[in-house]
């Protein structure tokens, strides 16, 4: 299939990108591509022009840099896949890269362009919204900072202006007894979740709950933070009671529609199934174990 | 629409041509360059059967523009084989049978290198891990597992000619 014509630009630096973007109302940014390019090739996506941003090199990193960890937006999920210190640090994101479409993509696809696609399928938004990360957005004003909780507004809707470039993703660096996991239920690798849950904790001295972050992906219009089970998990013993209260709370947050990846019933006891292991791995991580 | 004058290197060979944006680069290598080993299967970014190194990495180019190739450089699969001797992975793929109709095993060799350039002495599971972008709908992966094995084993023990991606431009 050979998409509709567009014109092509490819920008060298970050304003000039931006620029080209607040001067044309029918442009995309391409990153990766490998949501983009396959929805022009089934003509669901038709911009007049592509700013390709992939030769702005000094997008791609990642660093731990004043409590945060940084992570520019066209960072390719392979890169974060083979970072020691997303392996040592950052469980939820490791395990959150590694399942994202397949090898091939991943050598491709960004994380900017997994969160800015504002999929409710795509990994990354339940594992940032377990994180309490936020996201750098640069327009011809400058920076702004959005919590990613405020990003998500619908289906492929974000809270990105018109003339806006994702450019940053900021975690909060990780306090000691802390642990995370991302638990996905796929067909096959390279399909979209059935359902997954991305789980974020920090135990206090006492190993008691003090944080607990947690999302959930391709179970409603929008990526969902879990909040009530968030809350009911705060100052609990992560004992097998709190764990399936906390998991049956998720399930009841989940908007799950049926479709021919399952029933909307069968989804939401998968959330709950899902919650009860992210739970379970999360407390084993946070508690200094690694598998 | 826009035309673009890109300038890159296929297999060793630099390639000068003009592309419309929307050319896929699966479609620039088969009939512009005329490198038919190069697949096309899924057409929905899900099979692999166009697996290209691009800059050494493996990558699905039906998923790529061919605008965004220029100044790269590319590996199809009729690079491999160099003077006339074939890479360890295909003598792997032959001695191993891991194919059976051959459609899917261009992409699948190229996921193969890419792997064992990254890791050269895979577990049976890291070398599934590695060809999961791929699909084969002959073999069950078996014999396409011990071919990459056969590969490893081989370019391990062997000096082994570079494949035209290592080559430095002349």
């Known amino acids: 299939m050979i998409p509709p014509a567009f014109d092509y630009v490819a920008p060298t630096t970050l304003s000039e990108a931006i620029s080209l973007l607040s001067q044309n109302g029918d442009a995309k940014i391409l990153a990766g591509g490998q949501s983009l390019i396959p929805m022009m090739r089934f003509r669901l996506a038709a911009p007049a022009l592509l700013i390709d941003i992939n030769r702005l090199a000094d997008l791609e990193y990642i660093r731990e840099d004043g409590g945060w960890l940084k992570i520019g937006a066209l960072t390719r999920e392979a890169m974060i896949d083979g970072s020691s210190l997303v392996r040592e640090r950052y469980p939820l994101l490791a395990d959150t890269a590694r399942v994202v479409a397949d090898p091939l993509v991943r050598n491709m696809s960004t994380i900017g362009g997994n969160l800015a696609h504002a999929d409710p399928a795509n990994d990354h938004p339940a594992t940032m919204l377990a994180y309490g990360a936020q996201v750098v957005a640069t327009g011809p004003q400058g920076e702004r900072v959005i919590p990613v909780s405020d990003f998500f507004l619908g289906p492929f809707e974000s809270a990105l202006s018109a003339d806006e470039i994702l450019t940053e993703i900021q975690i909060p660096v990780p306090e000691s007894n802390s642990g995370g996991a991302y638990i996905k239920l796929e067909r096959k690798v390279g399909d979209y979740a059935t359902a997954a849950v991305a789980v974020q ?3 206090d001295e006492n190993g008691n709950c003090a944080y607990a972050g947690m999302g959930l992906t391709n179970v409603g219009l929008t990526p969902i933070k879990a909040t009530a089970a968030e809350e ?10 709190a764990i399936r209260e906390a998991a049956r709370l998720a399930a009841e947050a989940a908007e799950p529609e049926s479709d021919h990846r399952g029933s909307a019933e069968y989804k939401r006891h998968l959330v709950k199934t899902l919650s009860v292991r992210a739970l ?3 407390a084993g991580r946070a508690n200094g174990g690694n598998s | 629409m826009s ?3 890109i300038t890159l290197n296929v297999n060793g060979t630099p390639v000068e041509a003009d592309v419309e944006a929307r050319m896929l680069l699966v479609h620039f290598i088969r009939e512009a360059l005329n490198l038919t080993g190069t697949h096309i299967g899924c057409d929905t970014t899900s099979c692999g ?5 691009l800059d050494g990495k493996a990558v699905k ?9 220029d100044g790269g450089r590319l590996m199809t699969v009729e690079g491999l084989a160099q003077n006339g001797n074939l890479h360890p992975i295909q003598e792997g793929f032959r001695e191993e049978h891991g194919l059976q109709c051959g459609f899917c095993t261009p ?3 190229l996921s193969a290198v890419a792997l064992l350039q990254q890791n050269p002495n895979p577990t049976e599971e890291e070398i599934r891990w590695g060809i999961s972008g791929n699909l084969c709908r002959c073999t069950g992966y078996v ?11 081989k370019m391990s023990t062997a000096e082994v000619e570079p494949a035209a991606e290592m080559v430095p431009q002349a």
């Open chain 1, 201 to 203: 904790i920090r135990l």
């Open chain 1, 232 to 241: 009911a998990l705060k100052g609990q013993a992560l004992n097998d009671s």
């Open chain 1, 280 to 282: 379970r791995k999360a």
């Open chain 2, 3 to 5: 035309k673009h004058h």
């Open chain 2, 49 to 53: 059967a166009c697996t290209v190194h």
């Open chain 2, 61 to 69: 180019s039906c998923t790529i523009f061919a605008v965004q190739a």
């Open chain 2, 107 to 109: 992409g699948m060799m």
């Open chain 2, 143 to 153: 014999n396409i597992v011990k071919a990459v094995q056969y590969a490893a084993q």
